[in-house]
């Protein structure tokens, strides 16, 4: 039934670096699948981490090769099976690699939805809208840079939210950037920072009160990611919002955080969550429990973000939007025709499958040999 399954590393630089508390990027490697089959269908995936091993337990390197050493044989000695089973498979037989395992339900879902002629939004539950809105990270971490760079964005009718990465720095000369950016760029404005885990409970208090104070709408992830218990206390104690990110990693911590009441927005990342299905399960987990919704990214490339796209289209609650922008952050195109992004929001292909063509020799010039 499955012809071939490809595992391939792209290396793209950055339109400028990109700083982080878990790291600095100035390339990014994509990460993407192509599975092919015996009756002529293509399908792609990704699964595309955040510097190295810095975000979390994949690499690029261990990704690649584990799909090529046991997804991949695996998939290929399966006959006669739709994809839920195929998925039922590789589970019993491969643990952890969520990265890994979005890849390839993402590729087997574009086939299955080209099969049917439809997009791949509509066989996840049907798309809700045809746009999603898309925030910009300012994250040179240049004061004026990052204000320059967000009054360039808004001109421009592409973005006007505003996600700033901190936690590299002290608390005090995190707040006081954060701030000096808000006061800047105006009250209509919103901004929201991600801290990466990097702060103890009690920085945070000392952080958030001030971020709250100063008008800043949302806090991502801002202690350890095992610290639960952190997380509840932040969340009860005070009125801005915080989000949950490198905490959730699919629908059983989604279902932890929302027992706990230790988030009240959940970032809904695919890969992070496992897969497509997998990300619509956290969805409804979150919209039981009362709790928002934004869509997260891996800062992938166009495959893994219109995947994303396709999912976070079918939320009933989309409160906090998306920061889809990828693509935007890197210097080379590999689509034939590029995502469209325009009024501030990213528009989702109408066509079956994903709704995207690869530039397959603009690819192979940038992967790696």
């Known amino acids: 039934m499955y012809k071939t399954i490809e595992t391939m590393l792209v290396e793209i630089p950055t339109i400028r670096p990109h700083k982080m508390a878990v790291a600095t990027m100035q390339t990014q490697t994509l990460v993407l699948v192509k599975i092919t089959t015996n ?4 399908g792609w995936g990704e699964a595309t981490t955040i510097g190295g091993l810095g975000y979390g337990e994949e690499s690029p390197e261990s990704i690649k090769t584990n799909i090529d050493t046991y997804f991949s044989p695996l998939l290929k000695s399966l006959y006669g099976l739709n994809i839920a089973q195929i998925m039922q498979t590789i589970k019993k037989n491969i643990n952890g690699n969520r990265f890994a395992k979005c890849a390839i339900q993402t590729a087997l879902l574009d086939i299955h939805a080209q ?41 421009a009718k592409r973005h006007n939210i505003f996600k700033l990465k901190i936690g590299s720095r002290s608390v005090e000369a995190d707040v006081e950037h954060v701030l000096a950016i808000k006061k800047a760029l105006g009250k209509d404005i919103s901004i929201r920072v991600d801290v990466n885990r990097a702060w103890s409970e009690l920085e945070a208090i000392k952080g958030i009160q001030a971020l709250q104070d100063g008008g800043i709408d949302l806090i991502e992830q801002p202690c350890a990611i095992d610290n639960i218990d952190a997380m509840q206390r932040l969340t009860r104690k005070f009125d801005i919002a915080i989000m949950a990110d490198e905490s959730l990693m699919g629908p059983n911590t989604a279902f932890q955080l929302a027992k706990r009441n230790a988030a009240s927005v959940f970032a809904v990342k695919v890969a992070q969550s496992g897969g497509l299905i997998e990300s619509c399960e956290v969805g409804k987990i979150a919209q039981l429990a009362g709790i928002n919704l934004y869509g997260g990214t891996m800062l992938e490339g166009p495959v893994g973000t219109i995947a994303s796209a396709h999912v976070f289209s079918t939320f009933d609650n989309l409160a906090y939007g998306t920061e889809l922008f990828g693509p935007l952050l890197l210097t080379e195109e590999i689509l034939k025709t590029p995502l469209q992004y325009q009024n501030f929001e990213l528009q989702i292909p ?14 192979d010039h940038l992967r790696h040999q």
């Open 39 to 42: 009756d002529g269908f293509t």
């Open 115 to 155: 099969r049917l002629a439809l997009p791949l939004s509509e066989i996840l539950g049907g798309r809700l809208r045809d746009s999603i809105p898309v925030l910009w990270v300012l994250a040179s971490g240049d004061t004026e840079k990052d204000i320059a760079e967000a009054q360039k964005m808004i001109e």
């Open 350 to 363: 109408q066509s079956a499958g994903l709704g995207i063509e690869l530039d397959e020799s603009k690819i």
